[in-house]
């Protein structure tokens, strides 16, 4: 389970970026993909372009390229360049599997976006803050470590890294959700924030929260299964796993039904500060007191999907 340092880490910290003179998107060395051709972006929020963009694999002549990707509906230069932003996080497990160049690229492209910032006051805007945003990219080597865990206890994943903040109650949580093929669990910590200036809050961590373990009451079996290239009929076992989910039905709400385990946090460094440089209503960036960049994404937004 994360420490309660990793999940704290999502009060942001910054890093500063290294390669000025990156390409705008990265490439992956592992991918038979050779270029990937976007358009020139001019972001302006009355620029109003269509992404048409080829891929080409290793090795094809320019001039034959087959256009494989057309987005149908007109985007606004500064919406069309979010989902390339975005769509450059694939397969970098939230920042952690990202070689340094691609880091400092992705950090470049971060930086050009935060020069549009629609919202040059964010908390003059609190109602714009409020609500859960899921993370989908950091640069905060801090939530390595609880990244790097991804995959490691067998069958279970890190589903989920949230931050929510209530703007009435001036209150953050920060959440991590893991999830087995028999339970999902939490780790959280609430704090209370202050605003101190047009973009930056205090951030005070009060407690953590261990959620109870939600428990699945079904057991799915297959009918087969192939083991030392022979397949087993699990048929006969059927009866045995239907008494076992009965069980297992009854101790999934007894255990269910208990109460998350809080536990206060009382130390003195406890406290940290969150700057928010980039904000609208589906994408938030936000940096911090230490080495860390963190791109969120709007709980129900698009870009979740992108």
Known sequence: MASMASVSQLTFKTFQNSSPNSKLIPSSSHSIVNRID??????????KLKKNFAVR???????EAPSVAVLEKELSGIDLFKKQLVDSFSGTNRGLHVSTETRADIVE??????????????????????????????????LFPLLSSDGVLPLVKIAELSQTID????TVQNSVQFAGPLATTSFSTNATFEVRSPKRVQIKFQEGVIGTPQLTD??????????????????????????????AASVAKKISSQPPLKFPISH???????????????????????????????????????
Not at 111 to 122: G, V
Not at 167 to 170: R, T
Not at 281 to 293: C, F, H, K, T, Y
């Open 38 to 47: 976007f358009p020139a972006i001019s972001i302006t929020k009355s620029t």
């Open 57 to 63: 694999a290793a090795g094809e002549d320019e001039s």
């Open 109 to 142: 492209l971060i930086s050009q976006l935060e020069a549009q910032n629609p919202t040059p006051a964010p908390t003059e805007a609190l109602p714009l803050l409020n609500g859960k945003w899921i993370l989908a990219y950091t640069t905060c080597v801090g």
């Open 167 to 170: 703007s009435e109650e001036f």
């Open 218 to 247: 079904s057991i799915e079996l297959p009918e087969t299964i192939e083991f030392v290239g022979q397949k087993i009929d699990l048929t006969p076992f059927k009866s045995l796993i239907t008494s076992v989910q009965d069980t």
């Open 268 to 306: 003195p460094k406890a406290e940290s500060w969150l700057l928010t440089t980039y904000l609208d209503d589906d994408l938030r960036v936000s940096r911090g007191d230490g080495d860390g960049i963190f791109v969120l994404i709007k709980e129900g937004s698009s870009l979740l999907t992108a």
